[in-house]
């Protein structure tokens, strides 16, 4: 009877294994090098407007000026970005807890508020044809302007009144270098036109105009801005009157505290 004879193992398997680990650390290096190209300030600075103005709400579609390059209404080129999800910021954190707050951060919040009391005298001298409000809030300094004070309905051209208003309140913004985020709403009724296909598209190109605008005509640092485009979301009023959807029509200047800037 014969014997079997006995095969040898395959001694290259190894050479599986280590090739599956090459390639395993080419796409690690691959992200990790993908990942240290994303501007962290800019997304950080997204990201604290968002949680102001969602309150933890889902992400936007955002016109970032370091981004992507599109087209806006008159041809004024902007860049789009998606934008991130909000992060939840606790009511314990010590930037807004008086007794844990640095002598930076009181002395930052005592800077803006000087800045808030001379736009409310520039406010009472200018008339735009619309009430603007102007508040100190957890994120920063908050100016609220009715659409209608920046552009013809359904429209993103800014009207000349509003340019001349803005050269005088662009005054005080550029006595400080805080970073600026300009938040365009409309209220829920759906516009879809030759020119918008959404809301979001028509309060991210309204958005883009004022900080475009704040740039290339009132000598604010672009670095410093950046426009957002949030639709419909986190109205102020009800959409069921005429007088709510006013109200939800309305562009926002935010002048973010620094200690606002980063996720936390």
């Known amino acids: 009877m014969k014997k079997k004879k006995h095969k040898e193992g395959n001694s290259?398997?190894?050479?599986?294994?280590?090739?599956?680990?090459?390639?395993?650390l080419f796409v690690l290096f691959v992200v990790l090098f993908a990942m240290s190209n994303i501007n962290s300030e800019k997304l950080a600075a997204v990201s604290g407007s968002l949680n102001a103005a969602l309150?933890?709400?889902?992400?936007?579609?955002?016109?970032?000026?370091?981004?992507g390059v599109g087209l806006?209404?008159?041809?004024?080129?902007?860049?789009?970005?998606?934008?991130?999800e909000a992060a939840t910021v606790s009511p314990t954190n010590s930037s807004t807890n008086p007794s844990t707050q640095s002598s930076e951060q009181k002395s930052e919040q005592s800077q803006i508020k000087g800045v808030k009391e001379n736009i409310d005298k520039i406010i009472s001298t200018i008339n735009v044809g619309g009430d603007i409000g102007i508040n100190i809030k957890e994120s920063g300094l908050v100016i609220t302007f009715p659409s209608g004070t920046f552009f013809d309905s359904g429209k993103a051209v800014l009207?000349?009144?509003?340019?001349e208003?803005?050269?005088?309140?662009?005054?005080?913004?550029?006595?400080?270098?805080?970073?600026?985020?300009v938040n365009g709403y409309t209220d829920n009724v759906t516009i879809n036109n030759s020119i918008y296909a959404s809301n979001w598209q028509l309060s991210a190109a309204r958005a883009a105009n004022v900080a475009q605008y704040l740039d290339?005509?009132?000598?604010?640092?672009?670095?410093?801005?950046i426009p957002a485009g949030l639709?419909?979301?986190?109205?102020?009023a009800s959409n069921d009157t005429l007088e709510g959807k006013s109200k939800n029509r309305r562009v926002e200047i935010q002048i973010l505290y620094s200690y606002k800037e980063v996720i936390e």
Do not use: H
């Open 216 to 225: 290339e005509n009132c000598q604010v640092d672009r670095s410093r801005l």
């Open 159 to 163: 009207k000349d009144n509003m340019k």
């Open 231 to 236: 639709g419909e979301n986190n109205p102020v």
């Open 72 to 84: 806006l209404e008159g041809g004024v080129p902007v860049e789009t970005q998606a934008a991130t």
């Open 55 to 67: 309150g933890n709400g889902s992400g936007t579609a955002y016109s970032i000026l370091d981004g």
């Open 12 to 24: 290259e398997r190894w050479l599986l294994t280590y090739a599956d680990m090459l390639t395993l």
């Open 165 to 181: 208003a803005l050269k005088k309140i662009a005054v005080e913004l550029n006595t400080i270098d805080n970073t600026i985020v």
